[in-house]
């Protein structure tokens, strides 16, 4: 099962368990866009594949998601849909802040506890929890989306920790900038901004299959390229003030604000 499949990195994630034989649930909150999608996989591989159409900002929607698969043993589960948001906290839309949060927080731990269930019960299974680079420090001008990714991180590696000897493993995959629809979804409320640092952008393709990789690994921390894991470390070395003021220079650079 992968959310926000019909695009960017879920995509990626869905071709590479298409290739590897997998059966695939797809989730995202397009019809159009995940059916394309589906005929893109269809057109390459052999896999049966279930679509769902669900916004996965919404309450309790992991409960509907999980009933629509009808019992189906669920190996992978890739909890990847995501949006950012840019904008000082004083001037940023609440609704669409709500449902940020409901969707990197409460969609995607609702739905890795109904999933692991029959994964503990098979004694086997892969999660794969889509976090950011900006899961290590505070995030001025995005600060909440910095501290769901933060969330993300932290929850999965307590219960990585938890789940240990079971069979099933928990893998947060925690990308830098990547060439794909998010950095232009990115929004200061009224309209769309795109970054400007082009620097170390990731491809969607690598990125994808570097967590793969590392999902099947069982590892639980996977930060794609060299520069981006030296980023991860840094704010270990450094005040944690001063790594947050470094966020702010570079959020003031990337983005009109
Ligand atoms: N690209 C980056 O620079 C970057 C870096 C670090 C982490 N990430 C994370 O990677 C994940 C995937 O993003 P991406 O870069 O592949 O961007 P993307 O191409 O925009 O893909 C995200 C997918 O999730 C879907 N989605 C968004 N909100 C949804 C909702 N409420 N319900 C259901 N589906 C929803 C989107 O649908 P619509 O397009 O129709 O809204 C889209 O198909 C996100 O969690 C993001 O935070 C991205």
């Given at each position: 099962m992968v959310t926000g499949a019909a695009s960017g990195l879920g995509f990626e994630l869905a071709l590479l368990l298409a290739r590897d034989?997998?059966?695939?649930?797809?989730?995202d909150i397009d019809a159009d866009?995940?059916?394309?999608?589906?005929?893109?996989?269809?057109?390459?591989?052999?896999?049966?594949?279930?679509?769902?159409v669900k916004d996965l900002s919404k309450n309790n929607v992991a409960e509907q998601i999980f009933e629509a698969t009808h019992g189906?043993?669920?190996?992978?589960?890739?909890?990847?849909?995501?949006?950012?948001?840019?904008?000082?906290?004083?001037?940023?839309?609440?609704?669409?802040?709500?449902?940020?949060?409901?969707?990197?927080?409460?969609?995607?731990?609702?739905?890795t506890k109904l999933v692991l269930k029959g994964m503990l019960e098979r004694g086997e299974g892969r999660i794969l929890n889509m976090s950011s680079l900006a899961a290590f420090q505070?995030?001025?001008?995005?600060?909440?989306?910095?501290?769901s990714k933060a969330y993300i991180l932290s929850f999965s590696e307590a219960i990585a920790n938890e789940l240990k000897g079971t069979g099933v493993t928990v893998t947060c995959l925690c990308p830098g900038q990547t060439n794909?629809?998010?950095?232009?979804?990115?929004?200061?409320?009224?309209?769309?901004?795109?970054?400007?640092i082009k620097f170390n952008i990731?491809?969607?393709?690598?990125?994808?299959?570097?967590?793969?990789?590392?999902?099947?690994?069982?590892?639980?921390?996977?930060?794609?390229?060299?520069?981006?894991?030296?980023?991860?470390?840094?704010?270990?070395?450094l005040p944690r003030?001063?790594?947050?003021?470094?966020?702010?220079?570079?959020?003031?650079?990337?983005?009109?604000?």
């Open positions: 034989g997998y059966d695939l649930i797809l989730a866009k995940l059916q394309q999608a589906k005929e893109n996989l269809a057109s390459q591989y052999a896999s049966e594949i279930q679509l769902i189906k043993p669920i190996d992978v589960l890739i909890n990847n849909a995501g949006f950012g948001i840019f904008g000082t906290f004083s001037n940023t839309d609440w609704q669409r802040e709500m449902d940020m949060l409901n969707l990197h927080v409460m969609t995607t731990t609702h739905l505070p995030g001025p001008l995005m600060s909440l989306y910095y501290a794909t629809s998010f950095q232009q979804v990115v929004s200061n409320g009224a309209e769309a901004s795109n970054n400007k990731g491809c969607p393709k690598e990125v994808a299959k570097y967590g793969y990789e590392a999902m099947l690994k069982g590892k639980v921390v996977a930060v794609p390229g060299k520069i981006n894991r030296f980023l991860s470390r840094l704010p270990r070395f003030r001063t790594s947050t003021a470094i966020i702010r220079k570079i959020q003031e650079k990337n983005r009109d604000h």
